[in-house]
């Protein structure tokens, strides 16, 4: 839709224009994180990033926070926090070692929310949201 049509649209339609700067809003706050986290975090602390994100969409979208199904290949998802694919499969494994993620193939559950909170530094430990009472 052209911008034009659009601003048209949102002029006439007041709950519209909120719901536009609301959505504008929440996606340069997620680009701004996605940048900080590509120049000033671990490996391990991107992924973990990562994997929150994709898990408070899930809230947005009314789905158990804790089952990720990731349609995207490793190569996808090492590109996104600027890693390499061998990181993120290490990554992986060594999460589910340490009992944060069960992985089996594109399927990801996340096991313990306060531990990848914390390797995600706990950037918003205080303020995410109760994921665990969302998927009960």
């Given at each position: 839709?052209?911008?034009?049509?659009?601003?048209?649209?949102a002029a006439q339609?007041?709950?519209?224009?909120?719901?536009?700067?609301?959505?504008?809003?929440?996606?340069?706050?997620?680009?701004?994180?996605?940048?900080?986290?590509?120049g000033r975090r671990?490996?391990?602390?991107?992924?973990?990033?990562?994997?929150?994100?994709?898990?408070?969409?899930?809230?947005?979208?009314?789905?158990?926070?804790?089952?990720?199904?990731?349609?995207?290949?490793?190569?996808?998802?090492?590109?996104?926090?600027g890693l390499v694919?061998?990181?993120?499969?290490?990554?992986?494994?060594?999460?589910?070692?340490?009992?944060?993620?069960?992985?089996?193939?594109?399927?990801?559950?996340?096991?313990?929310?306060?531990?990848?909170?914390?390797?995600?530094?706990?950037?918003?430990?205080?303020?995410?949201?109760?994921?665990?009472?969302?998927?009960?």
């Amino acid at each position: 839709m052209p911008y034009s049509q659009l601003s048209a649209v949102a002029a006439q339609v007041p709950d519209l224009q909120r719901q536009l700067l609301r959505v504008i809003s929440r996606e340069f706050v997620l680009d701004h994180e996605h940048l900080v986290m590509m120049g000033r975090r671990q490996a391990r602390e991107r992924l973990a990033i990562f994997l929150r994100n994709l898990s408070e969409r899930q809230i947005r979208l009314k789905r158990d926070p804790a089952l990720l199904n990731l349609s995207m290949s490793r190569q996808e998802i090492a590109n996104y926090p600027g890693l390499v694919i061998e990181t993120v499969s290490r990554l992986f494994t060594r999460f589910q070692a340490n009992g944060i993620l069960a992985v089996k193939g594109k399927r990801v559950r996340i096991a313990d929310f306060s531990a990848l909170d914390e390797l995600a530094a706990g950037a918003a430990k205080a303020a995410a949201p109760d994921r665990r009472a969302a998927s009960a």
